[in-house]
């Protein structure tokens, strides 16, 4: 399979599992989502590709992560279409940028406390993942661009973690199930957040027991904090790897942030089976598919490391 193909399907695996990730909230169960889904004439994503998209386009405009650039990507983007579902962090950190003169990093720190730990830099990241997937600097990388609005640790990390997660995708050997322990292994990293540390073992023990994906949601979470929300994501790319669809209705249909964990499984098993193995019928209905592709094969053409 071709690098191009898995660039694209983790860009477009993304869009469409945030698409039907959100289509889940109002159709839970899987037959009447696959009603919906015929009858729908578009998918749209949220706030999740929209980020997405804006990230890819700072990273090829300053070929790496600049803070600055990348704040006023965000907020411009947001400003564009503050309709898509935000979460009430980034709009509070672009009204104090605008209105405090603060800097992203600092207008973040003021968020919660302590910083946002929530699943907004990890859901993002995908455009990162690809750009760098050769870079030795790859976790100093996705925190960098987390710190715009995520400065928790644990939402640093995520993101971290879920760019190791699809870099390392795109290298495993095609059409051959992973070795979850190994994938999960390769996944953590030194100074790793214990809270997230720990839920990877989890992952790990969860899947070894074979318990049902409800339960493993229930004990791993699926709210919209990260260390709540990504484990599970991954847990259903690591169940059903060779299985898009299988892929993606476990990651959004045990409840919670179904959107986002829809947006970041979705990466994750776009980026190992690459585009092909998307139901064509979802991506001709992906809004602004074209987009997407051509964003995925940007980055591939620029792509450094
Ligand atoms: P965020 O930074 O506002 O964080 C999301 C939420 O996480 C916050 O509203 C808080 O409740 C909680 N949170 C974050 N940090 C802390 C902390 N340090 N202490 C206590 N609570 C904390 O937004 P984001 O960009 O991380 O959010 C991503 C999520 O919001 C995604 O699911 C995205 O799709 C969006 N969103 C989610 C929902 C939903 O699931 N109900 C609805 C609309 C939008
Ligand atoms: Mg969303
Ligand atoms: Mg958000
Ligand atoms: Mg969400």
Request: net charge negative; glycine share 10%; hydrophobic share 45%.
């Amino acid at each position: 399979m071709s690098l191009e193909s898995r660039f694209i399907g983790c860009l477009v695996g993304s869009a469409i599992g945030d698409a039907i990730g959100e289509m889940a909230f109002s159709f839970p169960e899987r037959e009447a989502l696959l009603s919906a889904l015929g009858d729908a004439p578009e998918l749209s994503y949220t706030d999740d590709t929209a980020m997405a998209l804006a990230l890819g386009e700072s990273l090829l405009m300053v070929g790496d992560v600049d803070e600055q650039h990348l704040g006023e990507t965000f907020r411009r983007h947001y400003r564009q279409e503050p309709w898509r579902g935000y979460g009430p962090g980034p709009p509070t950190i672009f009204a104090a940028v605008e209105q405090e003169g603060f800097s992203y990093r600092e207008a973040a720190h003021y968020l919660y406390g302590n910083g946002s730990l929530g699943n907004g830099a990890a859901m993002r990241i995908a455009p990162l993942g690809l750009f760098f997937y050769r870079s030795a600097d790859l976790v100093e990388k996705a925190r960098l661009s987390a710190t715009v609005t995520h400065v928790h640790p644990i939402g640093m990390d995520g993101a971290a973690i879920q760019t190791l997660a699809i870099a390392r995708a795109l290298s495993l050997a095609p059409g051959q199930a992973p070795d979850f322990p190994i994938f999960l292994q390769q996944i953590m990293f030194p100074g790793l957040v214990p809270e997230l540390r720990e839920k990877l073992k989890m992952v790990e023990a969860l899947l070894a027991r074979k318990v049902s994906a409800q339960e493993a949601a229930r004990i791993l979470g699926r709210s919209v904090r990260v260390d709540e929300s990504l484990p599970f994501a991954l847990y259903a790319f690591l169940r059903y790897p060779c299985h898009f669809e299988d892929c993606l209705w476990c990651a959004i249909l045990n409840g919670g942030d179904r959107d986002t964990l829809g947006t970041m499984a979705g990466a994750v098993c776009g980026a190992f089976l690459g585009v092909e193995a998307i139901p064509a019928y979802w991506r001709g209905k992906l809004e602004n598919r074209a987009l997407l592709e051509n964003l995925a094969l940007d980055l591939l053409a620029r792509c450094s490391g």
